[in-house]
């Protein structure tokens, strides 16, 4: 699943639907046991009522290094998911279908390397399950004390209740993500809102992986070849009913982790790294019409990440119960969210973001999550416009595989191949509208 989020920051948008929020939430760092261990909890205090947050923690580089981050008590349940590359500052995201509960540890971030040096909170961003933003928090000071090879204590910085984020959508009209603090208003009573600024490229914490029902693992034999280049390709396999249990009650230090059960479908990405058998432009175009889910579709099938081009994804959910689902994306922004109430489909225009390999579309209920891998890839200058191009750029990467390395990454791989074949797809898309 980690391969889906990508190797960059990314912005992922949380859809989410009813409850209500304390509004005296904070969050506090303080070492864990002596300060010279390199490690540090973060605890947040009075989290009643919040269901999803963002949290930015600063650390003193080089005398902090190599960070892991662990879910606390508090957000057992929830899925969490922490970007650690960048040296000095810590990124972390936690979405729950249920609001927390009291107060307890949210993280514990453990240093590899800790000479000296302080973390502090740089942001902190909670919602609430109605996507609701805190307002009107306070910035208080907590000591964090390091004491090895200084032995001085210093302070961090808490921040609370900061109002940056939150679209607010009522019923099933047009929900955009790009622009804070907006409401737009209907009819309908449904409210679906809020947004968390999730860092999409670590390992989502909290989650049991399974594989979507119907669906067997990726392949690696030859794909039969039954579809023309550039066309829709049919829904495929369908989503498993997981439970999703979630903590609803004060939790204790002692506290048993909870999971999630998280059903992945296999990304037509996956099918070209995994793939090992002949390849001609017939076959290559078959990996793409392949069916991911009968109850996900994105139109158009495949699209490039050039900053500018939108997909939709067509969820259809008639089968799903309970209350509204929550929608997370990563890899891509929110562009707007409509729900058609005759026949339970749902319409999730995303923005995939420039240059991405990869991005998804999460959805969360009461029961289980569901990921559904977008089929994006970055535009490349030259591509084949024929067939015939495409079977020589095949035949010559394999002769001189270093100079058909199209993602930098210094090898010529199935990666390539996806690249190339996504982009002479969107490229015969381009002339048959043209022709038409």
Do not use: C
Not at 106 to 115: A, N, Q, R, S, Y
Not at 132 to 148: L, M
Not at 214 to 228: D, F, L, M, N, R
Not at 325 to 334: D, Q, R, S, V, Y
Request: glycine content about 8%; charged content about 15%; hydrophobic content about 35%.
């Amino acid at each position: 699943m980690t391969r889906h989020l990508g190797h960059i920051f990314m912005t992922a948008t949380l859809i989410l639907a009813s409850a209500s929020l304390s509004l005296g939430a904070t969050v506090s760092v303080n070492p864990t046991g002596t300060s010279s261990n390199g490690v540090y909890t973060v605890q947040g205090s009075d989290m009643d009522g919040v269901a999803g947050f963002d949290l930015v923690l600063k650390y003193d580089s080089p005398a902090l290094a190599s960070p892991t981050v662990s879910q606390g008590s508090l957000i057992s349940g929830a899925i969490m998911v922490a970007n650690t590359n960048a040296a000095g500052t810590i990124r972390i995201a936690v979405v729950s279908n249920k609001s927390f509960s009291g107060s307890g540890p949210l993280v514990t971030i453990k240093f590899t390397t800790h000479t000296g040096g302080t973390v502090s909170v740089a942001s902190f961003n909670p919602i609430n399950s109605s996507g609701a933003t805190v307002s009107g928090g306070t910035t208080t000071d907590t000591p964090t004390t390091d004491t090895t090879n200084t032995g001085t204590t210093t302070t961090g910085t808490t921040t609370t209740g900061t109002t940056t984020t939150g679209t607010t959508t009522t019923g099933s009209t047009t929900a955009g993500s790009t622009t804070a603090g907006t409401t737009t208003t209907s009819s309908s009573g449904a409210t679906y809102l809020g947004t968390v600024t999730m860092p999409s490229d670590s390992q989502i914490k909290g989650e049991t992986k399974t594989t979507a029902a119907g669906e067997t693992p990726v392949q690696p034999s030859t794909p039969e070849v039954a579809a023309k280049p550039g066309e829709t390709p049919p829904a495929g396999e369908a989503p498993p009913a997981g439970e999703t249990p979630a903590a609803t009650k004060v939790p204790t230090a002692t506290k048993k982790a909870e999971t999630i059960n998280v059903a992945s479908n296999t990304a037509v990405l996956e099918r070209f790294r995994a793939y090992r058998g002949d390849k001609t432009p017939a076959i290559m175009v078959a990996l793409f019409k392949q069916q991911i889910s009968p109850s996900f579709r994105q139109k158009p099938f495949v699209a490039l990440s050039d900053g500018t081009t939108t997909v939709t994804i067509v969820a259809d959910l008639s089968a799903e119960t309970g209350s509204s689902p929550n929608f997370a994306l990563t890899g891509a922004k929110m562009v707007s969210l409509k729900k058609d109430d005759a026949s339970s489909t749902w319409l999730i225009k995303a923005l995939p973001a420039k240059g991405a390999l990869s991005a998804s579309l999460m959805v969360l209920n009461e029961t289980k999550v569901t990921e559904y891998p977008l089929t994006i890839a970055p535009a490349i200058k030259k591509a084949a416009a024929t067939e015939k191009e495409f079977a020589a750029f095949l035949k010559d990467a394999a002769k001189t595989p270093a100079k058909h390395d199209l993602n930098g990454d210094g090898t010529y791989d199935g990666i390539d191949d996806y690249i190339y074949t996504a982009n002479y797809l969107v490229r015969q898309q381009k002339a048959r509208t043209t022709a038409k």
